[in-house]
């Protein structure tokens, strides 16, 4: 009997022992050992193959940042004045609240939706100042995913930015797509996106881009977002806008706006969610709104109740320092006027770099239609190349973007603009 008790007690130590040994060896591992790498930001990827490449003719024309005509960053003029009274002010450095500044959230409603509207006036909607447009996309899919009282499913264009699926499933929704780009003349395909939009099954979330379409700089024209408007009303749809480029896109930003105030003068209790990286050049201040229009005051109450439950555990309180300049900017007429004239000159280069681009090709005596480059809008546009082209152009010429063509107008110059003309003519001869 002794026997068989010492047996069982070295058993079992010896059960401990590489009990023991196991976790020990788990922990010199390391807990992360079963993780695998994952596949490079393409956008940021391109980055660091262009940092990399020593050739002084190198040209990176895929990041979606502006540059002056020098290819440098710029900072607006009126934003570096806005943060000399700022600084002069000595503001203390308080929590902003969770949903944020109120004087922001006004303007950029204001902003957005322009005058006249009556639910503005009256307080039917509800914005919270988010981390930019990314953190208000998120945000917004938060919500859906809890609240919305249809399928969670988000239609977005088929050709849509690179971000926008993995926030929407990240929260828990799922995505398909509603037809959109037509390859074959490079621009907006409004009868498909029309047969499309009619047969999805009703009570969808549709997701559009406001203006200046990223990736394929195809907007929709004013009568393509009126007839879109009442076939989601006719299909009871629930609008969801993304508005990154208000002001940039076309320097107007009445008409960078259109198809937000046409929605809402249609009725539709729409979804908006805003940057300010762009039209202001506040990009590392992450700066943005999400605002929900509703029926009334106490569906705003609600609703906004709601909101600061998903906001808390998200990132708790906004960034305090790039609201407080778009607020300033917004509120002040001498810095929004001032605002007004640069946005539309980073607009103005915008056109100036389509049109150069188009031109160098044509001068070269391209065989391609390339009317596209000056039919597209905004930062971007896609060019038709095909990934073979694009490789071609990244090995031979050190001329980098997105492997689906996409071109950022913005990082041409007229210094650069004829070898990128050049190149592309050669290789899509």
Same mark, same amino acid.
């Given at each position: 009997?002794?026997?068989?008790?010492?047996?069982?007690?070295?058993?079992?130590?010896?059960?401990?022992?590489?009990?023991?040994?196991?976790?020990?060896? @788990?922990?010199?591992?390391?807990?992360?050992?079963? *993780?695998?790498?994952?596949?490079?930001?393409?956008?940021?990827?391109?980055?660091?193959?262009? !940092?990399?490449?020593?050739?002084?003719?190198?040209?990176?024309?895929?990041?979606? *940042?502006?540059?002056?005509?020098?290819?440098? /960053?710029?900072?607006? /003029?009126?934003?570096?004045?806005?943060?000399?009274?700022?600084?002069?002010?000595?503001?203390?450095?308080?929590?902003?609240?969770?949903?944020?500044?109120?004087?922001?959230?006004?303007?950029? *409603?204001? $902003?957005?939706?322009? /005058?006249?509207?009556?639910?503005?006036?009256?307080?039917?909607?509800?914005?919270?100042?988010?981390?930019?447009?990314?953190?208000? $996309?998120?945000?917004?899919?938060?919500? $859906?995913?809890?609240?919305?009282?249809?399928?969670?499913?988000?239609?977005?264009?088929?050709?849509?930015?690179?971000?926008?699926?993995? *926030?929407?499933?990240?929260?828990? #929704?799922?995505?398909?797509?509603?037809?959109?780009?037509?390859?074959?003349?490079?621009?907006?395909?409004?009868?498909?996106?029309?047969?499309? #939009?009619?047969?999805?099954?009703?009570?969808?979330?549709?997701?559009?881009?406001?203006?200046?379409?990223?990736?394929?700089?195809?907007?929709?024209?004013?009568?393509?977002?009126?007839?879109?408007?009442?076939?989601?009303?006719?299909?009871?749809?629930?609008?969801?806008?993304?508005?990154?480029?208000?002001?940039?896109?076309?320097?107007?930003?009445?008409?960078?706006?259109?198809?937000?105030?046409?929605?809402?003068?249609?009725?539709?209790?729409?979804?908006?969610?805003?940057?300010?990286?762009? !039209?202001?050049?506040?990009?590392?201040?992450?700066?943005?709104?999400?605002? $929900?229009?509703?029926?009334?005051?106490?569906?705003?109450?609600?609703?906004?109740?709601?909101?600061?439950?998903? &906001?808390?555990?998200?990132?708790? !309180?906004?960034?305090?320092?790039?609201?407080?300049?778009?607020?300033? &900017? #917004?509120?002040?007429?001498? #810095?929004?006027?001032?605002?007004? @004239?640069?946005?539309?000159?980073?607009?103005?280069?915008?056109?100036?770099?389509?049109?150069?681009?188009?031109?160098?090709?044509?001068?070269?005596?391209?065989?391609?239609?390339?009317?596209?480059?000056?039919?597209?809008?905004?930062?971007?546009?896609?060019?038709?190349?095909?990934?073979?082209?694009?490789?071609?152009?990244?090995?031979?010429?050190?001329?980098?973007?997105?492997?689906?063509?996409?071109?950022?107008?913005?990082?041409?110059?007229?210094? !650069?603009?004829?070898?990128?003309?050049?190149?592309?003519?050669?290789?899509?001869?």
């Amino acid at each position: 009997m002794a026997l068989f008790s010492s047996t069982a007690a070295v058993s079992k130590n010896c059960t401990s022992f590489f009990a023991k040994a196991c976790v020990h060896a @788990i922990r010199e591992s390391s807990w992360w050992s079963h *993780v695998e790498e994952g596949p490079p930001d393409v956008i940021f990827g391109i980055v660091e193959a262009f !940092n990399r490449d020593t050739n002084p003719v190198k040209v990176n024309l895929g990041i979606g *940042v502006y540059r002056d005509d020098d290819g440098n /960053p710029w900072v607006l /003029p009126v934003v570096r004045k806005t943060e000399k009274m700022l600084f002069e002010k000595e503001l203390d450095k308080e929590y902003a609240g969770i949903m944020g500044f109120e004087s922001f959230r006004k303007a950029a *409603v204001q $902003l957005a939706f322009g /005058p006249g509207f009556e639910f503005i006036e009256k307080g039917q909607y509800t914005t919270a100042q988010t981390i930019s447009g990314t953190g208000a $996309l998120r945000l917004a899919a938060n919500y $859906l995913q809890k609240y919305f009282p249809f399928e969670k499913k988000v239609f977005v264009p088929d050709r849509t930015w690179g971000n926008h699926v993995p *926030v929407l499933t990240h929260a828990g #929704l799922t995505t398909a797509t509603y037809k959109y780009y037509n390859p074959s003349t490079c621009m907006f395909d409004s009868e498909g996106a029309y047969n499309t #939009l009619q047969s999805i099954p009703k009570n969808s979330v549709v997701l559009f881009h406001a203006c200046a379409h990223n990736p394929t700089g195809a907007d929709p024209l004013p009568e393509h977002w009126m007839e879109m408007s009442k076939i989601c009303q006719d299909r009871n749809h629930f609008v969801f806008i993304d508005m990154a480029y208000q002001g940039y896109a076309t320097g107007s930003l009445e008409n960078d706006a259109f198809a937000v105030r046409q929605f809402a003068r249609d009725g539709h209790k729409l979804l908006l969610t805003q940057s300010f990286a762009k !039209n202001m050049g506040l990009y590392g201040e992450r700066v943005g709104a999400m605002t $929900l229009l509703t029926s009334d005051t106490d569906e705003a109450k609600r609703v906004e109740s709601q909101v600061k439950i998903i &906001i808390r555990p998200l990132w708790a !309180n906004p960034p305090i320092h790039g609201a407080r300049i778009a607020t300033t &900017i #917004l509120n002040n007429k001498e #810095l929004y006027d001032q605002w007004l @004239i640069e946005v539309k000159s980073m607009a103005d280069r915008t056109f100036l770099m389509r049109k150069m681009l188009r031109e160098e090709l044509e001068r070269k005596g391209s065989k391609r239609n390339w009317s596209h480059i000056t039919g597209q809008i905004g930062m971007f546009c896609f060019s038709g190349l095909n990934e073979a082209e694009v490789k071609q152009l990244r090995d031979d010429y050190h001329i980098y973007m997105t492997k689906d063509g996409r071109i950022s107008i913005v990082a041409l110059t007229t210094k !650069n603009v004829d070898y990128v003309a050049k190149a592309i003519h050669e290789v899509t001869k």
